[in-house]
């Protein structure tokens, strides 16, 4: 079955989910040019997740997808977190923040089944996850209603654990991606590979669609995934600059600088490894650190900093995410750059 087929879409591209920087608007403008736009829902509350819902069933020119986390919430390790605060103490005093007032964060939520039911009123045709899958019941309840199961893998043993459980399509999210990576059976970054890398490998293992992430930001890296045996393509930097993205100014500004061309791996922001751009605190701290608590409750201490930093208009203590390739950024309509994207594909 070809992805189009199995996802009902025109296109064989899914814009990627991401957190922070988009809502329905751009799911909506890349599901009019015949893609498959997804909606980031981690950081969603019922309210906001609700009403989202309401505008894509109401306005989606095609099908649509729902993004969420299936990650373990880790228990509060008041050691680890005494650390973490005390390193970032003196950022604390330098914007005259108090560091003892700080407030637990809504953070990343897991699914769960009080959200499975929520969601179930609206039938979603695509149910994607990071972090591995939700409990098999869930995933039946999903496949129930008619909707497909889409997940991440940064390995060839992701990738099979995923076919097994019960994924319709597979991501392969090489190195080059930005944002989370995606592991779920290993933290060891040592076994992740870039995109061209993993995905002929995980087309040769894997008996349903894989579909390429990572690095792609033009219509030749997507002919060149395709011609590597991917089903598709999922995009997501490309998308930043777009006008129905909410990207703030300082990250739309940083990704038109010359900054834009060092990326690296962090877990400063949320305790995960992701990829954005490098920035002060990065660098200071080192991008990758034994001080923050693991995902997602680096954030909450992390969090003031931002807002008072960006408040004086610095991305210090921004997470700028952004994928290696930023050459494909453009500031156009995402239905015309989804269409652009596309064009060496027959």
């Known amino acids: 079955m070809t992805l189009t087929d199995l996802l009902g879409t025109e296109l064989p591209l899914i814009q990627a989910p991401m957190a922070g920087v988009q809502n329905s608007a751009l799911v909506l403008a890349v ?9 980031p829902c981690a950081m969603l509350g019922a309210d906001a997740l609700r009403a989202e819902l309401e505008v894509l069933q109401r306005e989606a020119a095609g099908p649509w997808s729902l993004n969420f986390f299936a990650h373990q ?17 003196p950022y604390y005093a330098e914007f005259g923040l108090d560091i003892d007032s700080i407030q637990p964060g809504a953070g990343r939520r897991p699914f769960d089944a009080e959200t499975l039911e929520l969601i179930s009123a609206y ?46 399509a597979v991501i392969a999210q090489g190195l080059e991606a930005g944002g989370h990576r995606g592991h779920f059976l290993s933290t060891d970054l040592s076994l992740q590979m870039g995109t061209f890398v993993l995905l002929p490998q995980l087309v040769a293992a894997l008996d349903i669609p894989v579909i390429a992430a990572g ?8 002919a060149a995934a395709m011609a590597l045996g991917a089903s598709g393509v999922q995009i997501g930097t490309a998308y930043l600059l777009c006008p129905e993205a909410t990207t703030s100014a300082l990250h ?36 990758m650190s034994d001080l923050p608590p ?13 807002a008072a930093a960006e408040k004086a208009g610095s991305g210090d203590f921004s997470p700028l995410w952004a994928g290696q390739n930023v050459t494909g950024c453009r500031a156009e309509p995402a239905e015309s750059l989804t269409r652009a994207l596309m064009a060496l594909v027959g």
Do not use: Y
Request: proline share 7%; aromatic share 6%; net charge neutral.
């Open 73 to 89: 919430t880790p228990a509060a390790d008041e050691a680890r977190e005494q650390g973490w605060r005390a390193a970032l103490a």
């Open 31 to 39: 599901c009019r040019a015949g893609g498959l736009g997804s909606l």
């Open 252 to 287: 739309r500004a940083a990704l038109q600088s010359e900054a834009a061309q060092h990326t690296a791996l962090t877990n400063l922001f949320s305790g995960g490894a992701a990829r954005g751009i490098v920035n002060r605190v990065m660098r200071e701290l080192g991008p």
């Open 215 to 222: 690095g792609i930001a033009d219509a030749h890296g997507v």
């Open 294 to 306: 693991p995902f997602p409750l680096a954030g909450t201490a992390i969090t003031p900093l931002r």
């Open 123 to 168: 039938r979603p045709p695509v149910v994607s996850f990071h972090f591995g899958l939700p409990e098999p019941a869930m995933i039946e309840q999903i496949k129930g209603w008619g909707g497909k199961v889409v997940s991440t893998a940064t390995t060839v043993t992701e990738g099979l654990w995923l076919q097994t459980n019960g994924a319709d």
